[in-house]
């Protein structure tokens, strides 16, 4: 998470984010399913991006992949849809590399915390050719990393233990993101959903493991048995939809 401070919140475009994907996110929950919400997320989310003032100062662009060593946090739904997606798109060759990485990435990440698994280089088991391999449900967290210098981006990457390195984020890119990111997770959460924020690689190797995950995260029970989720925390709480 970016630390707010470093930049002048737009608090007019923040509220009315998390006010409009909250009302969408929680209706479509409702009436469309989780699935079908997260598909419309996705697209609500590359709009609030196209129309940030800044998106043009982003230096982000296709092949470049500093960002795909880095770790990647997850939320159950996304790793359900991701599997989908590469179950229906990959073909087996692809499938079984892919799902070797996982199990690779995984043992890497087995027992470290937060802070040690960001200060480790490991490369994302869909990367390949320099490009993402499921790139249209990419997890939130992809979508909302961006940076206008692609160097800070080779420097974390070539000195993984310096948390301080500073990317050069765009802030109107950054804040539309968020903001839509936990609008929709507000909702997903109050929908009875588990919204905590899991390791992309041990999230993926739990559900190979037991397909039941996907049941009981429907069932609104907290899907992974061997997995430990962290708590999201709220980045724009006294803005959100009910903010006094
Ligand atoms: S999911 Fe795609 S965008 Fe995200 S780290 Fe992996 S390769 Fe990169």
Redesign the pocket.
């Known amino acids: 998470m970016i630390d707010p401070m470093e930049f002048t919140l737009d608090v007019r475009l923040i509220r009315d984010i998390l006010s409009r994907d909250y009302a969408r996110a929680a209706n479509e929950l409702r009436t469309l399913g989780v699935f079908a919400a997260l598909a419309n997320s996705r697209q609500v989310h590359e709009q609030r991006i196209a129309d940030a003032p800044d998106v043009s100062s982003l230096a982000c662009k296709s092949g470049c992949?500093w960002?795909?060593y880095f770790t990647?946090d997850v939320r159950p739904v996304e790793v359900f849809a991701i599997l989908d997606f590469v179950e229906q798109s990959f073909a087996t060759e692809e499938k079984s590399r892919v799902y070797a990485q996982v199990h690779a990435n995984s043992v890497v990440f087995e027992n470290l915390g937060a802070d040690e698994r960001g200060s480790r280089n490991v490369k994302?088991p869909?990367?390949s050719d320099g490009r993402?391999?499921?790139?249209v449900v990419?997890?939130h967290s992809?979508r909302n990393y961006h940076a206008t210098n692609a160097a800070g981006c080779q420097q974390s990457y070539e000195q993984p233990d310096d948390l301080e390195i500073d990317p050069e984020f765009a802030p109107g890119v950054y804040q539309a993101g968020a903001a839509h990111v936990e609008a929709f997770t507000t909702a997903m959460q109050e929908a009875g959903y588990d919204v905590d924020a899991y390791e992309?690689n041990q999230a993926l190797a739990a559900t190979l493991a037991q397909p039941s995950a996907r049941e009981r995260f429907q069932l609104k029970l907290k899907p992974f048995a061997v997995l430990e989720g962290e708590p999201v925390i709220a980045e724009f709480d006294d803005l959100g939809p009910h903010a006094k």
């Open positions: 992949a960002c795909c990647v994302c869909f990367l993402c391999g499921i790139y990419r997890p992809c992309l």
